[in-house]
């Protein structure tokens, strides 16, 4: 595929074109201690171009919001309803490639299979997806080219850019990127020999000295329950329940549903839930298949490095390393991948 070029100059001017067009521009921003987090930037012109580390936040966090209305309810007696839609054009600029590959995972969940999400599937089909690789690791906790994440998406974008010393090289993806260099095509140029050399290099900086991680062998130990006990046990003792891997990963896909009524009136929304909560696998009665808080948090790590690698072919781990980052009793999904591979 050509590579093409454009200047940290035209990127700007793209940027205002494509602000036009869209009713939200989704790009990372400093917010509060200089928390770099995705937001709406559409109009106050807040946007990075470029920038070091990743969003506090995924696109996860408008996709799949952390509540979100389905339908109104106008009368429950008559069962009369009015579904919810979100047919805003959103553009995501800035998307990390270990955030993209968690998009391409989370379609396949919600629109891939045998049943559709419309909620999910309306609000990405009006996406268009930005993705800015990476120069170097996003933080000390991140592992994304371990996990075949990084430092370059390779599926899942409309548009890739590469920071480059003179602007950015440009990779197509997709046909809505493709529209986009259409539509300003004056911006942008054929990229350079010296230009592809230059990412050539930037990848072995950034690969150099790092070993992919056998997923796959991962996941035949975790399925054979080969892992050791007393790391289960270390885990659960750990984990205080704060939610902080949940809300943060980019691949967690869990909610439940609840209605709100005001007599024969009200809304039906779900929110995200998640397997590390006491609640979420209660069943009717109030027993749980999993008592004990440790087996709790063992399903985020199984539905992650194990169940996900079965169902997709591929781990759900992207190696972001938010998980890691937010964990108030340092729990490392890193650090357990190499006990249970080195301990089977």
């Known amino acids: 595929m050509e590579k093409l070029f454009i200047t940290k100059e035209n990127l700007k001017v793209l940027i205002a074109s494509l602000k036009k067009d869209c009713a939200e521009f989704i790009a990372p921003r ?3 201690l200089d928390d770099i987090v995705l937001g709406d930037t559409k109009a106050d012109g807040r946007e990075l171009l470029n920038y070091e580390g990743n969003s506090v936040i995924s696109p996860r966090a408008f996709l799949l919001p952390q509540t979100e209305e389905l339908f109104e309810i106008k009368s429950a007696k008559n069962s009369e309803f009015i579904a919810v839609e979100d047919k ?6 800035g998307v990390r490639p270990c955030d993209i590959k968690a998009l391409k995972l989370m379609e396949e969940f919600f629109i891939g299979g045998e049943f559709e999400d419309k909620p999910y599937k309306e609000k990405f089909r ?3 997806f930005i993705t800015l690789s990476c120069i170097k690791k996003c933080s000390p906790e991140s ?8 430092p370059f998406a390779k599926e899942g974008f409309d548009l890739q850019l590469t920071p480059l010393n003179r602007g950015f090289l440009v990779e197509i993806g997709s046909k809505k990127g493709s529209q986009v260099i259409r539509k300003h095509k004056k911006l942008f140029s054929k990229a350079k020999p010296e230009d592809e050399k230059e990412v050539r290099t930037l990848s ?7 070993k992919r991680i056998n997923y796959k062998r991962l996941a035949r130990i975790m399925r054979e329950n080969k892992v050791q ?3 289960w046990d270390d885990i659960g003792q750990r984990c205080v329940v704060c939610s902080g ?3 943060l990963c980019p691949t967690c896909s869990c909610f439940s549903i609840q209605d709100r009524l005001s ?4 809304s039906r929304f779900r929110y995200c839930d998640g397997c590390v909560y006491a609640g979420f696998t209660r069943m009717a009665g109030g027993s749980t298949p999993f008592p004990e808080h440790k087996d709790h948090i063992r399903r985020f790590f199984e539905h992650k490095l194990n169940i996900d690698t079965q169902r997709y072919g591929v781990s759900s781990c992207v190696g972001c390393g938010r998980c890691i980052q937010t964990c108030p009793g340092n729990i490392s999904i890193r650090k357990f991948i190499e006990q249970a591979v080195d301990g089977s």
Request: aromatic share 16%; proline share 0%.
């Open 229 to 231: 006990e007393s790391i």
């Open 126 to 128: 009006n996406s268009v």
């Open 30 to 32: 400093y917010e509060h």
């Open 263 to 266: 007599g024969a009136q009200g």
């Open 143 to 150: 592992f994304c080219f371990e996990m075949g994440s990084g």
């Open 204 to 210: 072995l900086n950034f690969t150099k000295g790092k």
């Open 88 to 93: 805003k054009k959103r553009i995501f600029y």
């Open 245 to 247: 891997c949940v809300t």
